[in-house]
């Protein structure tokens, strides 16, 4: 192969390619309705691909027996072409692609390009379907999409491999090391449906994102209960949580000064075991959504408008007296159980009234872990079932993934447009700072002494 200029890898592709070679290309990649064929078998970039791994195997071919081809240095040199063989089909990014290998009479040579017995190149189709399943596509639907868009055919198995390369980065991600203090921890879960024990069950698989003390918010872990042997259903008891805080403490978590989740059982024994300091706080959210859950859509509003009442007390003994004028309202007496919710949470409610406005509002403002938990079921919800945890976790851990890249795009659009605020670092669940970090930061610090660092 004749080497490249550093001159030549910079011109573009259309100067290098002649206009008879583009006319008789686009020619030949025409369909039986006269119209042009960019991907899929005898497609215009099909036959480019084509071209170019034909090339270098060739490149690879003179690397192994180290002279040209017609090169007089190969006479005698105990090894030479020998032609190709019958040639292979393998599946790329733009569909399948018939290749002439050479060979050598020897036989000593290994195509590295392209193994032997390799189906597929594995760059951009490997690419293609991990991005469609992250996206949500089921194996059953990226199959059916490679067919009919790029005439690749794939075995259900062979999806499944392509998938699981990203495992040993998932276990990575899922064992990395994490700061040694977080200010807020959040824990939140979806539901899935996982064949466990032979049996297909509702699931959840719990999240937890934190915000560190920068400001920054983190996905920490993805962790789904195992289901006992001796059991139908998962449950997440106060063993399950302790394999949870005990995680979390041998990958350098010393202290959390809040974790807010949603009334957890065992998890408060759980955390205040790993982390004696850690105050629990119910999620206001989750107060807000199950308080409106047994309420009429047309007294939603009204209802919602008199809890904000409660929960922008100025104090705890504020919020009481909101919530006792509230029960003893219309709406309070025709929903008893918005105000039972309340009142049944009190003591992990009111620990955030010690609190001024900006430490309100990061704890009772999800808006962070509520935005990536829609976008996960988005995700999820195409599923039928999930074969394993694992699988449950490889899902979501792409679609996190692909979610801030998506956001990292955004950024990236904004700074050239000239926006000032976009510069924050990529691989953040939200992509910025919590809103209002600073003056939360400062209260923070005064309320846990020694603790903030």
């Known amino acids: 192969m004749v080497p490249m200029s550093a001159e030549s890898l910079d011109v573009p592709i259309r100067e290098l390619l002649s206009d008879e070679v583009l006319d008789l290309l686009a020619e030949r990649s025409r369909d039986e309705a006269g119209q042009l064929r960019l991907t899929g078998e005898g497609s215009m970039l099909g036959e480019l691909v084509k071209a170019v791994l034909e090339r270098a195997l060739e490149g690879e071919l003179t690397a192994h027996l180290g002279y040209d081809k017609h090169d007089a240095a190969g006479n005698n040199s105990g090894n030479s072409r020998n032609g190709r063989g019958k040639g292979k089909t393998v599946q790329t990014g733009v569909g399948p692609v018939r290749l002439s290998v050479p060979r050598d009479r020897a036989g000593t040579f290994e195509p590295v390009l392209v193994p032997k017995r390799a189906g597929r190149i594995a760059g951009g189709l490997d690419d293609m379907?991990?991005?469609?399943?992250?996206?949500?596509?089921?194996?059953?639907?990226?199959?059916?999409?490679?067919?009919?868009?790029?005439?690749?055919?794939?075995?259900?198995?062979?999806?499944?491999?392509?998938?699981d390369q990203v495992m040993d980065e998932v276990k990575a991600w899922q064992t990395r090391p994490l700061d040694p203090t977080w200010a807020v921890v959040f824990l939140d879960a979806i539901v899935v449906k996982v064949r466990d024990n032979h049996v297909v069950q509702n699931k959840p698989a719990y999240i937890a994102v934190g915000i560190d003390t920068d400001g920054h918010k983190h996905v920490l872990g993805i962790w789904l209960a195992r289901t006992p042997a001796d059991t139908a259903t998962a449950g997440e008891s106060s063993r399950f949580w302790t394999s949870v805080t005990t995680d979390l403490r041998n990958r350098g978590v010393r202290d959390i000064l809040i974790a807010c989740c949603d009334g957890l059982k065992g998890f408060e024994d759980a955390i205040n075991a790993a982390f004696p300091a850690t105050v629990v706080q119910t999620c206001v959210v989750h107060l807000i959504r199950n308080a409106l859950r047994p309420v009429a859509r047309k007294d939603a509003g009204a209802v919602a408008k008199e809890l904000k009442k409660v929960y922008t007390a100025v104090d705890a003994d504020a919020a009481l007296e909101a919530l006792a004028e509230f029960a003893d309202t219309d709406l309070g007496k025709r929903y008893p159980q918005?105000?039972?919710?309340?009142?049944?949470?009190w003591d992990r409610f009111t620990p955030f009234f010690a609190f001024t406005r900006p430490v309100r509002k990061l704890l009772y403002t999800t808006n962070g872990i509520e935005s990536l938990n829609y976008q996960l079921r988005k995700v999820t919800k195409a599923r039928g079932h999930f074969p394993t945890d694992d699988a449950v976790v490889k899902l979501l851990w792409l679609a996190i993934i692909n979610i801030e890249d998506k956001r990292a795009r955004e950024r990236a659009a904004k700074r050239h447009n000239g926006?000032?605020?976009?510069?924050?670092?990529?691989?953040?669940?939200?992509?910025?700072?919590?809103?209002?970090?600073?003056?939360?930061?400062?209260?923070?610090?005064e309320a846990y002494p020694g603790r903030i660092r």
């Open 129 to 163: 379907i991990i991005s469609l399943y992250a996206h949500g596509m089921s194996v059953r639907d990226i199959l059916h999409h490679l067919k009919q868009v790029y005439g690749t055919e794939l075995s259900h198995e062979q999806v499944s491999r392509i998938t």
């Open 419 to 445: 926006d000032k605020h976009a510069f924050s670092p990529a691989r953040l669940v939200e992509g910025q700072r919590a809103a209002g970090w600073r003056e939360a930061l400062n209260e923070l610090a």
């Open 338 to 345: 918005s105000v039972r919710v309340f009142e049944d949470a």
